[in-house]
């Protein structure tokens, strides 16, 4: 059952020869969406066209859930049979769940702490296991409380496109209209506005810098319209660490709000130590890229005292999830992508700030304090429990096509780890390490 103004907005898109939400939008608005806000992400829907009551809610969602998810198509059944999973075992659960009210209350219960529900995590609510699904003709729904009042929302596999434009310009309009303060769940509201703009949008030329821009501009406006709150400090953080995402183009604008949320802390909506950690993390990538040097180390120290990055990793992911590179960490190559493991990275980034200003006693310092600053083998031949021949190992290895970034950031990171070794007392390590990076330098790459 869809919501009255989706099935119109949907009817007029259809309707049109050439098929756009921006212009379906402003055929069937109630209102004239001024200029200065038109200018930052189009025109807006007012809100009242699209929130419900929460009996209202529940009944779209439930409603659509149990026609779409209620059976699963024969064309799964041989993929869940694949899974050691039972249709008809299947089958009872969705009966029981649907036609209950223990089910419904447990469906919005859900709904309410995670925000969006596939059938996938349907299925691992009901049997507390993972199973593998194709997205069916109902892929996603979602639902947004804004006070009294919420946000319900469906994505459909037909004309998926349409579907997540509505999605972000419904989150969009929220954020223009409504005081932030109505709004208990920013964070989670912005990350779908993100991935639902970027999937509409992505085909638009020079998207991430227009992007970019508007994000700004959105800041700007509901910062101009609201009171300092906790609201404004997450929605703010949240559009922070999504353009940190682009560092070499948001630098400047970065830095400077950073400075401006570090003002908060004269007020009751300070930032806690979690955000201040997190933002340490991406101003130590922003001046990277902008090769300032004294603040990368001054950073990096900051997050290496006391293990205080480490400390806060867990809980910067769960808030934040795109701040942090999350793969397993590899201590027993050189060779290998440095932007995918938050420590790797921190390391990359210091070394390469500490040899430009030639801080080699300092690097090797920290090379001796920790083996994922380097490779478990190079630490242990640091610390004299292995010697130089041990890395013949490396030497005869024949190393495999390598991804350009892999040949490029492990090149680089050899390189910093060659200049460090050669200005201490590890010159015949540093020969070696030598031969180790001509030998990635000449290695093949890997075809896309």
């Known amino acids: 059952m869809l919501l009255q103004y989706d099935l119109n907005l949907y ?9 756009s939400v ?9 209102h004239t969406t001024p200029t200065d806000v038109k200018a930052i992400m189009g025109a807006t829907i007012l809100p009242q066209q699209f929130l419900v009551s929460e009996e209202e809610a529940a009944n779209y969602i439930f409603s659509e859930a149990r026609k779409h ?9 041989d993929m869940l049979a694949s899974q050691f999973i ?44 993972t199973i593998d699904l194709p997205m069916l003709s109902l892929q996603q729904i979602h639902l947004y409380p804004v ?57 638009v030329d020079n998207f991430t810098a227009i992007y970019s821009e508007q994000l700004k501009q959105l800041v700007a406006f509901i910062a101009t319209y609201n009171p300092l709150s906790n609201a404004l400090k997450q929605l703010e953080l949240g559009v922070l660490f999504i353009l940190a995402q682009h560092k070499v183009h948001n630098g400047e604008w ?60 867990v809980k910067i992911m769960l808030t934040y999830e795109e701040v942090l590179p999350t793969f397993s960490p590899t201590t027993h190559t050189l060779i290998k992508r440095y932007d995918k493991n938050y420590m790797e990275q921190l390391y990359y980034y210091y070394f390469e700030a500490l040899v430009a200003l030639k801080k080699y006693q300092e690097a090797l310092h920290v090379l001796k ?19 130089n021949k041990a890395l013949n190992q490396w030497q005869s290895y024949q190393l495999p096509p390598l991804d350009v970034h892999i040949q490029q950031q492990s090149m680089h990171y050899i390189n910093q780890m060659v200049k460090i070794f050669d200005s201490t007392t590890y010159k015949g390590l540093a020969r070696r390490l030598k031969q180790l990076s001509d030998k990635v330098k000449e290695t093949q790459i890997k075809k896309v």
Not at 69 to 77: D, F, M, N, S
Not at 152 to 166: D, G, M, R, S
Not at 275 to 291: G, M, N, P, S
Request: aromatic share 12%.
């Open 147 to 203: 006070a009294n009042k919420y946000m319900v929302h469906f994505i459909y596999k037909e004309q998926n496109i349409f579907w997540y434009a509505l999605l972000y310009k419904k989150i969009y309009s929220l954020f223009i209209h409504e005081p932030l303060a109505t709004m208990p769940k920013i964070t989670g509201m912005l990350k779908q506005l993100n991935l639902a703009k970027k999937i509409s949008y992505a085909h």
């Open 254 to 313: 970065i830095i400077k709000k950073i400075k401006a949320l570090r003002l908060w802390n004269t007020s009751e909506h300070v930032l806690t130590k979690t955000e201040k950690v997190a933002l340490r993390y991406v101003l130590l990538q922003v001046h990277a890229t902008r090769k300032e040097f004294g603040k990368v180390i001054s950073n990096a120290h900051y997050l290496l005292t006391d293990e205080c990055l480490n400390n806060y990793a």
């Open 369 to 387: 304090l920790d083996p994922l600053a380097s490779t478990t083998l190079l630490f242990r031949i640091i610390h004299k429990e292995e010697d």
């Open 86 to 129: 039972k249709v008809e075992v299947i089958h009872e659960a969705l009966d029981d769940f649907f036609y209950t009210a223990q089910g419904k209350a447990r469906f919005l219960a859900y709904l309410r702490q995670h925000q969006t529900m596939t059938l996938s995590q349907l299925l691992q609510l009901l049997f507390q296991r």
């Open 69 to 77: 998810w209620g059976r699963l198509p024969e064309a799964l059944h």
């Open 11 to 19: 009817e007029q898109y259809q309707a049109m020869q050439q098929p």
């Open 22 to 30: 921006e212009q379906a939008i402003t055929s069937i608005a109630i």
